[in-house]
């Protein structure tokens, strides 16, 4: 049984920085494709940053690029998203997904989802 907790959401400034984690357990977890997912009020969630199982490999949403980085410790089972430079329209859930098999940007290939960690970025 994958389970997933994201951690590091907050009520922050435009221009601030935020990292946000996710804690992975199970089995094999680590060899998991893992990517953070974001929906703002009253939108659908959308895809902001995947990651390979080995960290080597990473992809990002073009309205992100620049700003966000992904990245991962296996040793830890984290998987991080760096955020800099933080605008009002970040305001999301942000939520932790894994993938069993290889990295996708598409959501409805994960298999499996945390709760979502809360991003408000105030003007």
């Known amino acids: 049984q994958v389970q997933l907790v994201e951690s590091g959401g907050a009520l922050v400034q435009a221009g601030d920085s935020l990292r946000l984690s996710c804690a992975a357990s199970?089995?094999?977890?680590?060899?998991?494709?893992k990517g953070w997912f974001r929906q703002a009020p009253g939108k659908e969630r959308e895809v902001v940053a995947a990651?390979?199982?080995?960290?080597?490999?990473?992809y990002y949403a073009d309205s992100v690029k620049g700003r966000f980085t992904i990245s991962r410790d296996n040793a830890r089972n984290t998987v991080s998203l760096q955020i800099n430079r933080l605008k009002p329209e970040d305001t999301a859930v942000y939520y932790c997904?894994?993938?069993?098999?290889?990295?996708?940007?598409?959501?409805?290939?994960?298999?499996?989802w945390g709760q979502g960690t809360q991003v408000t970025v105030s003007s």
């Open positions: 199970g089995r094999f977890v680590s060899f998991y494709g």
């Open positions: 997904a894994a993938r069993r098999k290889g990295t996708t940007m598409s959501e409805d290939e994960y298999d499996h």
């Open positions: 990651i390979n199982w080995s960290g080597d490999s990473t």
